[in-house]
């Protein structure tokens, strides 16, 4: 039967592949995008391999945040300010892939629908952050009242 605890479990396992799968990218990228970077981006290579490392910066965060954030709701620490500090900080790293995607936009276009889906993102998670803001807030309350 699934439940909280697989569910925790499993989405751990998923932080730790996107992890390893960021690294794998980040190790073969020269040499990954090569021939596709010749035939699509003829001189841009540098350009996008540097848009590929800049963005490995703010993915890596994430996902160390994602992995801590699941940590603390592992052990019961679910409405506390540390997780609204995580939340923040995801959503500000979500910020700053948009921001280099649509930097990246200037030399290849498709760049603009990534820095989108990562604005976009970087909202739904700031939105979420104030959910979790309020709950902490709420419980302070209901903790400190008799």
């Known amino acids: ?3 909280d605890k697989k569910s925790l479990l499993f989405s751990k396992c998923c932080v730790v592949l996107f992890m390893s799968l960021l690294i794998v990218c980040a190790i073969f990228a020269p ?34 945040l994602l992995f801590v954030l ?25 910020f700053a892939g948009a921001a280099i995607s649509f930097a990246s936009s200037f030399y290849w ?3 603009f629908a990534l820095g989108v889906a990562a604005a976009f993102m970087g909202l739904i998670v700031r939105v979420l952050k104030n959910i979790v803001a309020k709950a902490v807030s709420l419980q302070d309350d209901a903790d400190h009242t008799i």
């Not at 090569?34 to 994430?62: D, M, Q, R, S």
């Not at 620490?77 to 500090?85: D, L, S, T, W, Y």
């Open 1 to 3: 039967m699934w439940d």
């Open 31 to 64: 040499g990954g995008f090569g021939i596709w970077l010749t035939h699509v981006l003829e001189n841009k290579k540098t350009y996008f391999l540097t848009t590929v490392y800049l963005g490995t910066i703010p993915a890596a965060a994430i996902l160390v």
């Open 109 to 111: 276009i498709p760049w």
């Open 70 to 94: 699941l940590q603390r709701i592992g052990e019961g620490q679910v409405f506390v300010r540390k997780n609204v500090e995580c939340l923040r900080y995801i959503s500000w790293c979500c």
